[in-house]
């Protein structure tokens, strides 16, 4: 190949905090327009600054993760810009002590091992949400996430592939999401990645011109948005079919395209300088160990436990720690039920079955775990029967009934009984004399139909076991 | 009880604040401030809201010495016992000690800013208008105090300004003195008289007035730009189009010392002047800071007038600002002194005050 892709990543990771980065209001996504929202957040004067140290905690354990070089004293600067999603118009945010420089992730890629290094990872608020009436020509504003604290993560011009950005990007999201600094979802928007892309002949020393592109919100549009710009800088080298300039483009993932987003020349000079009303930021050894001890495990380092100490699978432990939502599910059902065998596979074969139904992921499964783990128990001791189990699942999913109770009021416990079992399969030979007499010249199939006669008989509550053990005795004519 | 004004920078909430300014036509405050909050669990009475100059922002060139701020002439008058604002410019501490009011500028980070317009931020601070020094420091002990709301502050949640010391030495910056009328030198000489004085030399007093003005007008800048039409305040009608919006209301929104303001500080923060301006300027502040000797003397001692150029005055009342030192300004003698002292030391100015009044 005679071209070079060189790429640079910015990543903006909405940070998991309660509140806001500079008031005391709600960060939390899916609130009615501005409902989140007090004098500070909507930019009215009179309202200091006063730093979330959540956030500050959260902003170095990003920093522990990636390996970065935290700053010990840190500080806040304004960028000043007019737009009305910016309700001061400023925008608080760090440029010159960022809470942490010269970090790196590794990643693996069908090349290999690469480490991707980072340039630094600095605090600041998000800005206002824009919308657009098209029917009367107007915008309106929503401030519920003005001022909800994110972490900018920016690497070096380190990448090469798309599939070396997404790798990387699932890497940050599994150290991110594990460690509780965000819940890293592109499609909710709290984890947003721009892409720095240039292309130069192999070999060379110089970069290309570069174009940032904005607006991929999932991995697969990163990935297509990547291809599509690199070709474009390709052709325009080999035709000269148009000249590449510096600019920021959108993706559009309905045409598949990048456009050109015409910003204004005079737009870029953003007058920073320390934000006064914030006092510097101190951050101290203890500071720092005490934020390293609290630091859930990680998702490798679960792997290796779910693996080595709990002998699961390779196949379900990369399922369970590929999403945190999922793992902490597992470790929270654990809690009230410890056979890990059982607990994953009610995550992996029937949770994940019913969530799919529901149109969600292993991220947005949300459910009660101690009733998930009462129910899985009462799989385990024989009280119900799987298919019981089943739907008690998907009650407990819809209604939040609780396992324990509902089997008693709706009389499902399984019915072992062998005599009582014994007649009913006699009466359904009987009824099925026609099938028997198949079943006996060779036809095995037979043999379900009867099953499942004799289960709807018991009202689906039987241990199948003990009813295939007297059916086949029965059939054999002992 | 105490009768006590407000400036109209200080949030009452429920009721319009507008800082002097078009822009914040019809506004209302969304709060109170935590010094309204703290005037009021100690019985005193907001009597009035004072007109102001937009933002507190004075004449920069033309002298307007005689127009007096209505936060000083209810205390002059005997309308109020108090009143609160935020004296950037010596404006107010100037006026006060000229028409027989002294007022008293706290430490930095002492009073809560929290429902205080906001302009100058890493100088704004709540002062008092009052008929004493001791009685305007009983006022500040009930107001001062850290407030979790303010993120700048010192953790302190209560000041003992009546702590005595004996012995008071006093700096006298001749150099500057003698640029006072006869009147102020003769008064300020037979202050010094009282008190062990030494001779002090303000290293950098030649550029205070400008580092105060590329930082003010920097922070001015940026604080106003949330005045933009868009979700409070005055709006112009008959735009077309965002940035006409935006020019259109801060045109016919903004006075004219505010937009002077905030012209030079847009510039001072540009790409091409922050180092030489706004970097250059934040280093001589801690300098500045850096240059004072309260080893050698408890306060220094300045007259509230040198020249009939506003700007050249402006050193004058600068240092307080820049530093976040405690002053007051009165009349001794029928002219206008006064006095500075280091952080949290306001108790020295007071016992100098009573030295001297005495």
């Not at chain 1, 500080?75 to 970090?103: E, H, M, S, V, W």
């Not at chain 1, 793992?327 to 654990?334: G, H, K, L, N, V």
């Not at chain 1, 059982?342 to 009733?371: Q, R, S």
Request: hydrophobic content about 40%.
């Amino acid at each position: 190949m005679k071209y070079e892709v060189v790429m640079g990543l910015e990543v903006h990771v909405e940070l998991a905090t309660e509140s806001k980065l500079f008031c005391s209001c709600s960060a939390k996504f899916g609130a009615e327009a501005n409902e989140n929202v007090c004098p500070a957040c909507a930019g009215m004067p009179g309202m200091p600054a006063v730093t979330n140290k959540k956030a500050v905690e959260l902003g170095i354990a990003a920093a522990l993760v990636t390996n970065s070089e935290i700053t010990r004293t840190m500080f806040f600067d304004k960028k000043n810009y007019f737009y009305p999603d910016l309700p001061t118009g400023y925008q608080i945010t760090q440029l010159f002590a960022p809470i942490c420089r010269n970090g790196w992730v590794e990643i693996e890629t069908g090349e290999g091992k690469k480490k991707i290094t980072l340039k630094q990872i600095h605090i600041e608020e998000d800005a206002g949400k824009l919308v657009h009436d098209n029917r009367t020509g107007t915008s309106l504003v929503d401030f519920n996430r003005a001022s909800v604290p994110l972490v900018e993560i920016v690497s070096n011009p380190d990448f090469r592939t798309a599939e070396e950005v997404v790798t990387y990007l699932e890497k940050l999201r599994s150290l991110l999401s594990f460690a509780g600094v965000s819940d890293c979802k592109l499609q909710e928007g709290s984890m947003r990645c721009d892409v720095n892309i240039s292309v130069r002949e192999k070999g060379s020393d110089k970069l290309g011109t570069r174009t940032e592109i904005k607006n991929m919100n999932s991995m697969k549009a990163i990935a297509a948005a990547i291809e599509f710009e690199s070709q474009r800088h390709i052709d325009a080298l080999e035709t000269g079919s148009e000249v590449l300039v510096q600019e920021t483009r959108r993706w559009d993932d309905n045409i598949g395209e990048t456009f050109s987003m015409r910003e204004k020349e005079n737009a870029t000079d953003y007058r920073y300088f320390p934000n006064p009303e914030i006092m510097p930021i101190v951050i101290s050894d203890e500071w720092i160990s005490a934020v390293r001890e609290s630091l859930p495990e990680t998702a490798q380092d679960k792997y290796i436990r779910l693996t080595q100490k709990l002998g699961l699978s390779e196949y379900d432990s990369s399922i369970i720690t590929g999403s945190k939502n999922l793992a902490d599910i597992f470790d929270e059902t654990m809690k009230y039920f410890n056979k890990p065998k059982e607990v994953v596979n009610w995550i992996i074969v029937e949770l994940l079955a019913i969530a799919k139904g529901d149109n969600k992921g292993g991220d947005d499964v949300k459910i009660d775990c101690k009733k998930f783990a009462k129910l899985i128990e009462l799989v385990d001791n024989n009280t119900i029967n799987r298919g019981v189990g089943k739907k008690l699942l998907s009650l407990v999913w819809k209604e939040g009934i609780d396992p324990d109770v509902y089997v008693k009021e709706n009389n499902l416990g399984m019915v072992s009984d062998t005599d009582m079992i014994g007649q009913v399969i006699k009466n359904i030979l009987t009824m099925h004399s026609k099938s028997v007499d198949e079943y006996k010249s060779g036809n095995q199939k037979v043999f379900g139909f009867l099953m499942g006669q004799v289960m709807r008989e018991l009202g689906g509550k039987a241990d199948p076991q003990v009813i295939k053990k007297l059916l086949t005795d029965l059939l054999a004519g002992k | 009880m105490n009768r006590v004004v407000l400036e109209d920078c200080i949030m009452q909430k429920g009721i319009p604040v507008t800082a002097g300014s078009k822009i914040l036509e019809n506004f209302i405050s969304p709060l109170t401030a935590t010094v309204v909050n703290k005037l009021l669990d100690h019985g005193n009475v907001i009597v009035q809201r004072a007109k102001m100059y937009e933002f507190g922002i004075p004449n920069f060139f033309t002298d307007d010495s005689d127009e007096i701020p209505e936060a000083i002439k209810v205390v002059k008058d005997g309308v109020a016992d108090y009143s609160l604002c935020n004296d950037l410019f010596g404006k107010y501490r100037r006026n006060a000690a000229e028409t027989g009011c002294c007022y008293i500028h706290p430490t930095y980070g002492t009073v809560s800013r929290f429902g205080l317009i906001p302009l100058v931020s890493s100088m704004d601070q709540i002062g008092v208008v009052c008929k004493s020094i001791p009685e305007g420091l009983k006022l500040l002990s009930q107001i001062a105090g850290n407030d979790l709301e303010d993120g700048a502050m010192f953790p302190e949640k209560f000041y003992d300004y009546a702590k005595n010391k004996q012995s008071i030495s006093v700096g006298i910056p001749e150099s500057i003195v003698n640029k006072a009328d006869q009147e102020t030198q003769s008064a300020i000489k037979e202050f010094a008289e009282k008190f062990n004085s030494v001779n002090v030399d303000l290293e950098y007093f030649d550029v205070y007035k400008q580092v105060m003005m590329i930082l003010s007008c920097a922070e001015i800048s940026n604080n106003i730009s949330r005045y933009d039409g868009i979700k409070f305040g005055y709006r112009a009608s008959g735009y077309k189009g965002i940035d006409d919006l935006y020019i259109k209301t801060r045109s016919e929104g903004l006075g004219v010392e505010t937009k002077l303001a905030a012209i030079m500080g847009a510039m001072v923060l540009s790409k091409n002047q922050y180092t030489p301006y706004y970097e250059q300027a934040t280093k001589i502040r801690r300098l500045i800071k850096e240059s004072l000797r309260f080893d050698a003397y408890d306060i220094i001692v300045l007259p509230c007038c040198i020249s009939e150029d506003p700007y050249e005055n402006l050193s004058l009342f600068a240092l307080p600002n820049l530093v976040g030192l405690p002053c007051a300004s009165f009349s001794y003698k029928g002219q206008g002194i006064q006095l500075i002292a280091n952080v949290k030391n306001e108790n020295l100015i007071s016992t100098a005050w009573e030295v001297c009044m005495a």
